[in-house]
């Protein structure tokens, strides 16, 4: 094992140093195809060196980089292309082929996979960089520095443009960072999640800024990651809920034959965790479980830590470092114990606005405070408990998943006359999506086959519903939304 800031995947290390002057040179060579300050590019790789490389690339440059989850299909890629502005689009080659109708007139420089290759080469482009920096650059608006996608509740994906940051902000996002993930000077780290996501991401980047070592997971595996942590003597991690089910999983003898006593810091999020797999983690592991809460909107604004949730089972943690959270009902914040609209806001952190979409922010705001789109309450401590997930989002496997967009591609199928879309408990993903469909005249319940495999060409897999429920009529009010709480009494093991 190398003990020494910078990166391992798989059996190929590259250090901090190494990572900086290839960055340098991607950095020069997107600036000398005229890619400018304040503009975007795209990226969609799995995880591995490459993604490392175009954020320290980026960030040294003040390009935006929109991140594409690599299992994306080309309609949902050429929204994101087209709506964020993207100049140029990097990453594997047969994930790029794959969509490639999607890519339009933007150009490619692609990571050779096997024997695909598409675009410019990866390599041969970083050798064209010039080895200085062009000069004469005229900059694009660089007052918002980055942007991030997320979807609101008709599913439609929506750009989150940050300020730039003042530098009380910079340190302040940091201290946020280092806090929630635990990470100090030469922490060892394990990235279990895709990079394409903002928790694997700035999990990466803050432990290389901290003189850190980074072990990149090319897709997670409990006893892979065991062994992991054993052999690089991992300090920190980064998990989601459906780990925790995969390694309680594992025979006790597996579990009993890895040192995992190196772990001082393991961060989860992105789904509910079960309070008997988070119980039993503890157990196993002790107390250095964590768990945040926050939105794209909002970032973090709620940490937990063992102690507090083994005192306060359920909760998802309490306002930190300066973070405010309320709970609104109609008429605006409600008392302890009292269920509504989550707000939040980290204070001291640099604001956003919508991209495109100037309405949407004042939509979203109460009395400087942002909807998480999450319902929940707070007790007489200030803690936090969610008591329902956003009233349409299922999230599976710590990834969000709309139900207005699976509706909009079932609603297309002719076999479908009406439809909803669910999530229901599931013990290993927290959630997993359900479709409940009325199928028009003529149709039997054969056409779901047909329906399902329709939805797999147009939709991400995890977006497909794992299980269809055929109904004689969907629940809905006079005003023609969809009673969803009804379906808890439709499916028989119980909608969440």
């Not at 990097?90 to 109708?101: K, N, R, S, T």
């Not at 606005?353 to 109460?366: F, K, V």
């Not at 199928?413 to 879309?421: E, L, N, S, T």
């Amino acid at each position: 094992m190398i003990d020494s800031p910078g990166v391992w995947f798989g059996d190929e290390f590259r250090a901090t140093e190494q990572l900086q002057v290839r960055a340098g040179r991607l950095r020069r060579a997107l600036l000398n195809v005229g890619i400018r300050p304040g503009e975007v590019i795209s990226l969609l790789a799995r995880n591995s060196f490459l993604p490392i490389e175009i954020n320290l690339a980026a960030s040294g440059a003040s390009i935006r980089v929109v991140a594409v989850n690599y299992r994306s299909t080309a309609r949902e890629l050429d929204f994101l292309l087209r709506d964020s502005g993207s100049k140029l689009l990097i990453g594997d080659a047969d994930l790029i082929a794959a969509v490639d109708d999607a890519t339009g007139n933007v150009p490619i420089v692609g990571m050779p996979v096997g024997t695909r290759a598409v675009g410019t080469d990866y390599e041969q482009f970083l050798a064209q960089a010039p080895d200085e920096e062009p000069e004469g650059l005229a900059a694009a608006d660089t007052s918002m520095t980055s942007l991030f996608y997320t979807s609101g509740t008709t599913g439609t994906p929506k750009g989150v443009l940050r300020t730039a940051p003042t530098p009380n902000a910079v340190a302040k996002r940091r201290q946020i960072l280092e806090t929630c993930y635990g990470l100090g000077r030469r922490s060892r780290g394990i990235v279990t999640t895709p990079l394409c996501h903002m928790f694997a991401s700035n999990f990466a980047q803050t432990c290389l800024r901290q003189d850190g070592t980074v072990v990149v997971m090319p897709r997670f595996d409990a006893e892979e990651f065991l062994r992991l942590v054993q052999d690089h003597r991992i300090t920190n991690a980064q998990v989601v809920p459906t780990m925790f089910v995969r390694l309680l999983r594992l025979p006790e003898q597996v579990r009993a034959s890895y040192d995992i006593s190196s772990l001082r810091h393991v961060l989860h999020t992105g789904a509910p965790c079960p309070p008997d797999v988070k119980r039993a983690m503890i157990d196993w592991w002790g107390p250095i479980i964590w768990e945040q809460y926050g939105s794209t909107e909002t970032g973090v604004v709620v940490l937990c830590d063992s102690e507090q949730w083994l005192t306060h089972p359920g909760t998802v943690g309490r306002p930190f470092l300066g973070s405010e959270v309320r709970i609104y009902g109609p008429d605006g914040p409600v008392p302890s114990g009292t269920e509504g609209g989550i707000y939040a806001r980290m204070h001291d952190t640099p604001d956003f606005t919508y991209l495109g979409r100037p309405d949407a922010r004042a939509e979203a705001e109460r009395d400087g405070l942002i909807a998480t789109g999450d319902v929940g309450a707070m007790d007489a401590d200030g803690y936090l408990y969610l008591l329902d997930r956003r009233s349409d989002m299922v999230i599976t496997g710590g990834i969000n998943v709309y139900p207005a967009e699976v509706e909009g591609e079932l609603g297309r199928h002719p076999a479908v006359a009406d439809c909803a879309v669910f999530g229901v408990t599931d013990p290993e993903y927290g959630q997993r999506v359900v479709a409940a469909v009325a199928l028009a005249p003529g149709y039997g319940p054969e056409a779901v086959e047909e329906i399902r495999t329709r939805l797999r060409t147009a939709l991400s897999d995890y977006k497909v519903p794992r299980e269809f429920v055929v109904l004689d009529e969907i629940p809905r009010d006079d005003s023609g939304k969809l009673r969803r709480r009804q379906f808890r009494d439709v499916y028989p093991g119980g909608a969440s």
